[in-house]
């Protein structure tokens, strides 16, 4: 920061103040917030100072320390990162597809009954490209009673996903003819999911350092660059919680730079961040 920045400012975010956000994030969220997150913790929560008509920070977080459930709700949004992609990390559906569904149209056949949840769903790209994988599949599950649970603490992104339009921009990385047979364009430049897949997802606000308001089984658990902003301890807890969700042979999906190692006793790694739940 340069000399003259903190006068130019329209709210000054002292060590204290920043120290005392960093603590009511990881008790809200189980994020982890280093120094080098300052100024993304200015500019997200300045917003809100503006919208409140608050004077400073300490006043901001004096509201927050009360408890006030709806402003909770805002901080947490404004915090978070929603950053996805139709089919990223492609590989996983992949494998989903031609090793993991195929396994449990065997293992499920007496109940006829498949479960996915995609932990930190964002705006939706996730769990839609679970859906889709899924149609692409039926065969397998003809008759099935199939679901996929779509978790965010982000009320806003759940908003966006339960409606499932996109705009055309967001489809760079799904082939034209996939995004044609599954999404049809309801206004210039905006395409919203087939019904199809719609009635596939369920999508639900969750904090995922609360208790799950479910029990499961889950077949298959995405949880995708999520854990990525938790510290190891927050991680330990979290995947401990997750195992008990799944059967052995289930299958967990995590993101391209997270790791079960040291973490997590519960899971074999079998592929690129693919692993199964061990007996």
Known sequence: ?????????????????????RGLVR??????????KRELVYSRLARRLRGLR?????????????GESVELEEFANAITTNLTSFFREAHHFEFLS???????????????????????????EEPYTLAITLQESMELFRGWDVRILATDLDSNVLAQGQAGEYREDRFATM???RRQRWFTESRPGHFTAADGLKALI??????????????????VIFCRNVVIYFDKPTQRTL????????????????????????????YQLIGKTIYRRLG
């Open 1 to 21: 920061m340069q000399p003259g920045d903190a006068r130019e400012r329209e709210y000054h975010l002292s060590d204290r103040d920043f120290e005392q956000i």
């Open 27 to 36: 008790e809200h969220t189980g994020i982890s917030l280093s120094e080098s």
């Open 54 to 66: 608050l004077g400073s920070f300490a006043e901001y977080i004096a509201l927050l320390e009360r």
């Open 98 to 124: 031609g090793t993991v569904l195929p396994e449990l149209a065997r293992r499920n056949a007496a109940t006829r009954r498949l479960r996915i949840w995609s932990a930190g769903c964002s705006t939706g």
């Open 175 to 177: 082939p034209a003819a």
């Open 202 to 219: 369920t999508f639900r606000q969750l904090n995922l350092m609360q208790p799950f308001p479910f029990k499961g089984p889950f077949d």
């Open 239 to 266: 995947f401990e919680r997750v195992a008990q969700l799944q059967r052995p042979g289930d299958h967990l999906f995590i993101g391209h730079s997270e790791s079960l190692f040291k973490v997590s006793d519960s």
